[in-house]
């Protein structure tokens, strides 16, 4: 009877003891250990290995793969390209992110109609599709640093305006991107907002997407990000690759210069 | 070579537009910023559409407040003192009062409205009941561990502003002050959505682009009504 | 036929460590669409693991188990060199088998 009285004591005071440990580790500290257990197996692979299959497959009604696609390093240069978009291309006379240029070689090669994907849905048909892609190109640049161009004057206009779009207050709340990215150190309930008028850090902010989002099991790439966030600020929506948000997207990745790229990441 | 319609030569056509006008201005090919204010406004114009309650002639309406406190944050630095005092005199003017002289109201009710971020996107409907947003960027109850840092910290509000007794008749001179402070941290227009749609004011609102509280000046470095500490400590440094 | 599995199997003092990434929506049955029906349950019930061509894991799942399911488990005395394949049956009788070669 005592043993066993004893026994149950002990029992009793570990779990006390475990529950006052388990307290004393800060909510922050135990966000960021889930967060670290999330990275090991991110099923951002799948939408990797999806998107390497569609580089590669011949497909559309050219029955052409992608593999000539040139993403601004020449045809078919994958490595690198990620880090350094968006950036100018003089075949169509156009600034252009990852998400744009897929869609571009999507129908000069393969004969894919880009209303597709523009009047798509997210996670839906060829929309799809330029996720599983972007997935896959980011991912060949993983730990490089970014490097965006700005050689050409329709790259430093476009920096130009994604910098006024960044700032341009509206919708019923009166929110613009500077709202939640411009200052450092902020966080929107308990999820840290990176200062995105400058570089915020490796694997931060314009370094992070394509990532895969667990609390929706979606893989977003920037412009879904983008996306959502205007919905958020009680915004209009934005077409999908509209010059504002491929000006957003250099604005930021300009910024950026030097941060390494941790595509694809991994989100609450 | 087909290019997707929708993926227009934006960029180019301004290019060329605004580089042709300098022709002849050896390397000053960069244009003012009044013409890429004009540029941006039209790559606006092109890039969002209407979807649901969100329409762009309401979302974009830019009025003196607005482009003021735009400009200044695209050029990196504070408005004016001067233009400050005139923007919140004006918006301080719009401000509407609770009609039964009644500040303090039913702290519960409050509480729902804080935690809610519902209402107002582009996926909401007209008559949904909207939330006040507040637990996004403010710290209110101590219980509440859960809070943004982009606003201030309103924990212990009243007692920091020195108000004893929100209710009283003596507290009238402080309930202007509590109400220029809310109105001049940008609050009232939120403030007064979350109250309308509590009344039972259908589609509070989204029309009233003339009730607008000053906007905060959204420039880096300047911390106006703004802690960096999320944990309300010392005087408030608001106002 | 499923998507593919994303398999690793490193040997390590005399055993195998597995980690397999599945791709499957693992419906538990329970949400509901924007219409407010009930989307059908569709998740996978059964895994099991070979070591070359001996069986060592098998398990049952349930509606517990989220989507995009990561599993980690460890094989007795496998080596490099070795196979080791996975597999998984669902509710609707779909399955799905994947290899990879222990490093």
Redesign the interface.
């Known amino acids: 009877m005592k043993a066993h009285q004893l026994a149950l004591a002990a029992a009793v005071l570990g779990l006390i003891a475990t529950s006052v440990a388990w307290a004393q580790k800060s ?1 922050t500290e135990a966000i960021d250990e889930y967060r670290e257990m999330l990275q ?4 951002a ?2 939408y990797e ?2 998107g390497e299959e569609l580089w590669k497959k011949a497909r559309g009604p050219k029955n052409a793969s992608l593999e000539k696609c040139d993403l601004g390093m020449g045809a078919g240069v994958v490595k690198g390209a990620f880090v350094q978009l968006p950036r100018y291309f003089a ?6 992110d990852l998400e ?1 240029r897929l ?2 070689c999507m ?2 090669l393969q004969g894919i109609n ?2 597709e994907i ?1 009047n798509g849905k997210w996670g839906k048909g060829e929309r799809a599709n330029v996720t599983a892609l972007a997935t896959w190109v980011a991912a060949q640049s993983k730990d490089m640093k970014f490097d965006l161009p700005q050689s050409n ?2 790259e ?3 920096y ?2 994604g ?3 960044f ?8 929110f ?1 991107c ?3 990215h ?9 999820q840290d ?1 990176p ?1 995105l ?1 400058k570089n915020p850090g490796d694997g931060v902010g314009f370094a992070a997407w394509p990532a895969y989002r667990v609390s929706n ?1 979606q893989m977003w790439t920037m412009q879904h990000r983008l996306n959502d966030c205007y ?2 600020q ?12 491929i ?1 957003l997207g250099v604005y930021m990745g300009v910024n950026a210069k030097g941060a390494k790229s941790a595509v694809p990441a991994i989100k609450r | ?12 056509v ?2 060329v537009a ?2 042709a006008g300098c022709a002849g201005s050896n390397g000053a ?3 003012s910023t009044a013409e ?2 004009a ?2 406004q039209k ?2 114009q ?6 649901g309650i ?3 002639k ?3 309406a ?1 009025d003196e407040t ?1 482009r003021d ?2 400009a200044a ?2 050029a990196g630095h504070t408005i004016d003192a001067a233009t400050e005092k005139k923007l919140e005199a004006a918006n301080f003017k719009t401000i509407q009062w609770p009609a039964n002289g009644k500040y303090l109201g039913d702290w519960k009710s409050g509480e729902k409205i804080a935690q809610s971020g519902r209402g ?4 909401d409907k007209a008559d949904s009941a909207n939330g006040g ?1 507040c ?3 403010h710290q209110i109850s101590k219980e509440e ?6 606003g201030p910290s309103l924990y212990h509000y009243a007692r920091l502003k020195g108000v004893t007794d929100p209710n009283s008749p003596e507290a009238g001179d402080r309930q202007i002050h509590l109400g220029q402070d809310l109105e001049r941290q ?1 609050l009232q ?2 403030l007064q ?1 979350a109250a309308r749609r509590h009344q039972g004011h259908p589609h509070a ?2 029309g009233g682009r003339h009730r ?1 509280a000053a ?1 905060r000046p ?3 470095g300047q911390s106006v009504d703004r802690h ?1 500490d999320p944990t309300p400590s010392g005087p408030g440094r608001d106002g | 036929m499923g ?2 599995m ?1 398999i690793r199997a490193q040997a390590k003092d005399g055993n195998v460590l597995v ?1 397999v ?1 599945m ?1 499957h929506e693992m419906e538990s049955g329970q949400r509901k669409d924007s219409s407010s029906n009930k989307i059908p349950a569709w998740w996978i019930q059964e895994v099991t693991a070979k070591l070359n061509d001996k069986q060592v894991f098998s398990c049952e799942w349930g509606p517990a188990v ?3 399911p ?1 599993l ?1 488990f460890t094989i007795k005395g496998g080596k490099a060199g070795d196979k080791v394949s996975v597999s998984w049956k669902d509710s609707k009788g779909d399955t799905r088998t994947d290899e990879a070669t222990v490093s």
């Open positions: 909510t090991d197996g991110n099923p692979e799948l290995m999806k075949d169509t006379n156009e600034v252009q744009s869609v571009t129908s000069t880009p209303k523009i004057p329709q430093r206009i476009a130009e305006m910098k006024h779009a700032f341009q207050r509206g919708g019923s709340h009166d613009s500077a709202t939640c411009g200052e450092d150190g902020k966080r929107i309930r308990l907002l200062n008028t099991g919905r958020q009680r915004f209009l929506e934005p077409g999908y690759a509209s010059p504002i948000t000006a | 070579m087909k290019k997707s319609t929708a993926l227009t030569a934006t960029f180019a301004i290019a605004t580089l090919s960069t244009p890429l204010d540029m941006a790559m606006v092109q890039s969002f559409h209407d979807k969100v329409k762009v309401e979302a974009l830019a607005l406190c735009d944050a695209v107002r996107t582009w996926n947003n637990y996004n960027c561990i859960s809070y943004g840092t982009i940008g227009r939120l959505h609102g989204a607008r906007a959204e420039i880096p960096h | 998507d593919p994303r980690r990434l791709s989220s989507k995009n990561f980690q």
